[in-house]
């Protein structure tokens, strides 16, 4: 019944930003998130929120990247400024109803549902 889906991406010089967003069908989750994989490398977490909750980011992007969430409109959004040319990978918006035990980790294994990913590419 639950469907992902991102928009937002697209190319975009050093310095620049972009918002993502995830639109969720019919729901809030207790946990929705982004993830991003760089070809050769492994999906890392970037950033996650609670229902409720304060967000979780890594270190590469804080202070960077802001997380948000519209109940109402079940959309979460990741909002990217100072982009750099590593932050460029295929980012996946993730959800789960479930409890993480260790949040800061933002392990992948630890959400259910996913996004088909959306490309970001920043040049420079």
């Known amino acids: 019944q639950v469907q992902l889906a991102e928009s937002g991406g697209g190319s975009v010089q050093a310095g620049g930003s972009l918002r993502l967003s995830c639109e969720a069908s019919g729901k809030t989750y207790r946990w929705t998130g982004w993830f991003r994989q760089a070809p050769g490398k492994e999906r890392e977490g970037v950033a996650i929120?609670?229902?409720?909750?304060?967000?979780y980011s890594s270190e590469p992007v804080k202070g960077r990247f802001t997380i948000t969430q519209d109940s109402a409109k079940n959309t979460v959004y990741l909002q990217m400024d100072n982009l750099k040319p590593e932050d460029t990978a295929m980012y996946y918006c993730?959800?789960?109803?479930?409890?993480?035990?260790?949040?800061?980790?933002?392990?992948?294994?630890?959400?259910?549902?996913w996004g088909q990913g959306i490309q970001v590419y920043v040049s420079s």
């Open positions: 993730a959800a789960t109803d479930d409890g993480i035990l260790r949040p800061r980790a933002m392990r992948p294994q630890d959400f259910d549902y």
């Open positions: 929120l609670p229902r409720g909750g304060s967000p």
